[in-house]
């Protein structure tokens, strides 16, 4: 039996499938208000609604922290620890190349730009745009894709599902559902298999955390560096 099905503490009145899910569905539907703020009140500078989003979704992973068993230990090896951030590099750099118009499911379009009206840096969109991409979303995503997700898609009880027994038709169909939340699908689904294999190489859920964090964090910074504000 798989240690996951430790769930001493944890409020009963809570699904694990909900604690993981929450923080996930919060920042789909914020994601959506961002889509159609431009629409409904042109005037409003919808880059703010970006801080708001890392933040209440941060608040929730807070909250519900004592649900997330998988997290309480760090755990990782020294190899493994190489193993996840070379994992992150891999698909940051593959990222960046794979925007051909046949990888796309829509035009990129002007991305996250946190210029002013001047072309000057306002830095408090940028911190919170790197914070919420680097340190928040890591850890809502593999919560929801890979811990609970892609372990369900093997066996309904997913906490008493070890990582290494996922199967690869588990891991295909999470990894494909994990790329269509992205316009740059192919990618998408390159990282999604890159991260779910990390995570059942490992049998650690911060090992893919730590590859996701890697790779959004270096986003950030070539983003920052090159201009090409369409990869935010």
């Known amino acids: ?26 920042y789909i539907g914020l994601l959506a208000l961002e889509g159609v703020l431009p629409d409904l009140a042109p005037e409003f500078d919808v880059r703010v609604v970006y801080p708001i989003k890392a933040g209440l979704v941060a608040l929730s992973l807070a909250i519900l922290w004592h649900h997330y068993h998988e997290l309480r230990t ?31 499911l829509d035009d990129l379009g002007p991305g996250y730009d946190p210029r002013d009206a001047h072309g000057g840096m306002d830095w408090w969109l940028v911190g919170f745009r790197i914070a919420g991409a680097a340190l928040v979303v890591p850890v809502m995503e593999e919560l929801f894709w890979r811990s609970f997700l892609q372990r369900w898609l093997q066996q309904h009880d997913f906490l008493a599902l070890d990582p290494a027994r996922i199967g690869v038709r588990a891991l295909l169909i999470a990894s494909t559902l994990f790329a269509l939340e992205h316009l740059q699908w192919l990618a998408g689904l390159v990282a999604g298999l890159g991260y779910g294999w990390l995570y059942m190489r490992t049998r650690n859920l911060w090992a893919p955390v730590l590859a996701h964090a890697v790779t959004n964090g270096g986003l950030a910074a070539y983003v920052l560096s090159s201009g090409r504000w369409s990869y935010w």
């Open 74 to 104: 760090w755990g990782l090896t020294a190899g493994q620890l190489l193993l996840s951030v070379g994992m992150g590099v891999l698909v940051l750099v593959l990222w960046v190349n794979m925007d051909s118009g046949w990888m796309l």
């Open 1 to 26: 039996m798989y240690p996951a099905t430790r769930t001493h503490g944890l409020n009963p009145a809570m699904s694990p499938i909900l604690a993981r899910s929450l923080p996930f569905a919060l």
